[in-house]
């Protein structure tokens, strides 16, 4: 399971931490690539920035986006991998503490795959992290890039 990439678009340190946990107590090893705020998630993506010259067909299995993140909010990002005919079917699973309506409404309208509150329990927060690796780290067949 260890050869796709996840990349984590989260600003808070705990939630990545909590994250970080989460997938070790899963026993999921797959390189995490954290980006903190939304510009650095489309500079990896798009092969930008500090991350110029990655082969963006080399896409991550998932896309783990938070939604209030710093500059460049999540639905920006998702907004732009969408409209992007290169990466446009990345999975990308909303994974935010957000309980406003419009943006499970928005998301969706953007084209997220999937959109997930994060529970406050560690141990609900655990499961959630086990069940979409699960998912989308084993059993989903992801899309071909471009």
Same mark, same amino acid.
């Not at 990896?44 to 920035?49: A, I, R, T």
């Given at each position: 399971m260890s050869s796709k990439t996840i990349l984590l678009v989260?600003?808070?340190p705990s939630d990545i931490n909590l994250t970080k946990r989460a997938l070790q107590k899963a026993r999921i090893m797959n390189e995490l690539v954290v980006a903190e705020d !939304?510009?650095?998630?489309?500079?990896? &993506?798009? !092969?930008?920035? *500090?991350?110029? !010259?990655?082969d963006i067909r080399q896409a991550p299995a998932i896309v783990l986006l938070d939604? *209030? &993140?710093?500059?460049?909010? !999540?639905?920006e990002v998702l907004r732009r991998i969408r409209e992007n005919p290169v990466i446009h079917r990345?999975?990308?699973?909303? &994974?935010?503490?957000?309980k406003e309506e419009q943006d499970v409404v928005t998301?969706?309208? %953007?084209?997220?795959?999937s959109y997930i509150r994060k529970p406050?329990?560690?141990y609900q927060f655990a499961e959630a992290i086990q069940n979409l690796g699960l998912y989308w780290l084993? %059993?989903?067949e992801t899309p071909p890039v471009g």
């Open positions: 989260e600003d808070n !939304g510009e650095e998630a489309i500079d990896y &993506l798009f !092969g930008e920035g *500090k991350f110029a !010259g990655r939604i *209030k &993140l710093p500059g460049i909010d !999540g639905l990345q999975p990308v699973v909303i &994974l935010t503490s957000s998301s969706y309208d %953007l084209g997220v795959n406050v329990d560690f084993v %059993l989903n």
